[in-house]
């Protein structure tokens, strides 16, 4: 007997569909490798659809008329929701995606923060009066929304970074087609049933997913687009910067990192090594922000590493569900055997193995991998120079402060890093130093609505949370009104 298969369907102008051509792609849950959804593989045709339903809403109808104060209390109802099934939504992203159940439902509660913070901000958008240099003239700036917003997101923290993409749009008038990734697509479905729930007009939010091709370079290259923010890899980013050299599209990208810790020889102890697990072996290590380089100043190596190893032979791999569970499977059977490679690659190159390093024997089905520490000699090691996306830890020594701000800045990529010491100048010293969009202090993988998120270099460029992302959102207008009681001059005579 066959198990049950869920089906989703796309959520367009406010109505579920499946692809016009019928297109399908499964799921699978990777803690047993089972198939257990089916949903749409967008051709061009319902990207076509989406974007066309997003410009209706932005220019017809409810939306288009809205108060911006209206907007915000439609936000903070989306936010109500999430809370309310924050439950449902953590089990559907853990099936999907193996997840801890623990960390999908916490995250998932804390999304709506983003919302409120949004929705708060939606009123809060001001021109101003000009001091202009001429007479009779009165001057002044309006924000308007930015257009139709192409919204793509990653399956590794999908609610989270829906969030903070959907929030400041909605918050600024836009109207967005949010493209799910074909892998673990599921929990985006349930999210549109949220946002069909909260009662946005048909058009304002289209949820789709598919192919990069054609699904991904149609809707970023699409000519009612006017701007795309894209999380995702540096490869996919290329494509993605292509495809809007037809529509002159606004991009923000985030394209994940190669993060350094560096912990220098006063450092608290234990709070680093926290820190360092927190940064690797948390959601697997499948995080754009992974700490995945650390940096040990040469007095205290031996001593970290000890105590990282002990750790790491601890930690519970299991069912993602399980409450006692610490690490659950990665997300793809790829994943699995690009990290095989790149740890055997990395020991061909000179580097220790000190734990991990494969597939724990206890699981007959499942993409689990052990949480895996490499001593490296030098950087040029397979696992020092690219993002792994799993539980995967490279170890180096360094001597002094240049040198581990050195080793730290030695990457294409420029998003998190970690600094863990007790000495406050040196944190400003080093923090000033050290080329990152977000620096941590004596802690790692915090974030807030309220603090800005992205990279330098390969890590991308613009900013994601905070007060500025909703103005990315807009264009600014600039209005001349004549205060004049006499007609404009003649153009043709010059005074």
């Given amino acids: 007997m066959s198990k049950k298969i869920t089906r989703y369907q796309h959520y367009i102008d406010g109505q579920w569909g499946d692809a016009a051509d ?37 220019h017809e109808g409810p939306w288009a008329t809205m108060t911006a104060t209206a907007r915000g209390k439609l936000l903070r109802r989306l936010g109500d929701l999430i809370i309310e099934q924050a ?36 009123d809060k958008i001001e021109g101003a009066t000009l001091p202009i240099d001429k007479p009779d003239m009165h001057v002044f700036t309006a924000r308007a929304p930015i257009g139709v917003v192409a919204a793509v997101v990653p399956w590794n923290a999908q609610m989270f970074l829906t969030a903070t993409k959907l929030g400041p749009a909605l918050a600024a008038g836009n109207t967005v087609v949010l493209k799910a990734s074909e892998d673990a697509p599921a929990p985006m479905f349930e999210f549109a049933k949220i946002v069909d729930q909260a009662g946005f007009p048909p058009g304002v939010i289209n949820v789709i997913t598919g192919y990069g091709e054609p699904c991904g370079r149609a809707l970023t290259g699409h000519q009612d687009v006017a701007r795309v923010a894209f999380t995702g890899g540096p490869e996919t980013a290329s494509k993605v910067i292509h ?14 990192g190669k993060s350094p810790i560096v912990v220098f020889d006063d450092a608290d102890i234990e709070g680093a090594v926290n820190g360092i697990i927190a940064g690797n072996f948390g959601a697997a290590g499948q995080s754009c922000v992974a700490g995945s380089r650390v940096f040990i100043q040469h007095g205290i190596y031996d001593r970290i590493v000890d105590a990282l190893v002990r750790r790491a032979q601890r930690i519970r791999i299991g069912d993602p569900r399980q409450e006692d569970t610490e690490m659950g499977p990665l997300a793809t059977k790829a994943q699995v055997d690009r990290i095989i490679a790149a740890v055997g690659k990395s020991q ?60 730290a800045n030695n990457t294409r990529f420029g998003l ?80």
């Fill in 22 to 58: 019928g297109a399908t792609l499964t799921t699978i849950n990777p803690a047993n490798e089972e198939v257990w959804a089916e949903v749409p593989a967008a051709s061009e045709a319902d990207v076509n659809r989406a974007v066309a339903a997003a410009k209706t809403a932005l």
């Fill in 87 to 122: 439950h449902h939504l953590g089990d559907i992203e853990t099936i999907d995606s193996g997840k801890l159940l623990k960390e999908t439902r916490g995250q998932t509660g804390y999304v709506s923060d983003y919302y409120y913070y949004f929705a708060g901000l939606a």
């Fill in 243 to 256: 495809n809007t050299s037809n529509n002159y599209a606004v991009v923000s990208l985030e394209l994940g």
């Fill in 348 to 407: 061909i190159q000179g580097a220790e193995l000190l734990h991990g390093g494969k597939q724990p024997e206890q699981f007959d089905k499942g993409y689990y991998f052990e949480p895996t520490i490499l001593s490296c000699p030098n950087q040029d090691i397979e696992t020092v120079r690219n993002e792994m996306f799993g539980p995967v830890l490279s170890a180096l020594k360094f001597r002094d402060e240049d040198q581990g701000i050195t080793m």
């Fill in 416 to 495: 998190g890093a970690g600094i863990f010491t007790e000495n406050l100048a040196r944190a400003h010293r080093v923090s000033a130093k050290i080329r990152a969009g977000i620096i941590w202090i004596n802690t790692y993988r915090a974030v807030s609505p309220i603090a800005p998120f992205g990279g330098f270099g390969h890590s991308g460029f613009g900013r994601e949370a905070g007060i500025e992302a909703v103005l990315d959102y807009t264009r600014t207008k600039t209005v001349w009104i004549s205060t004049s009681s006499a007609p404009m001059a003649n153009p043709f005579v010059m005074r």
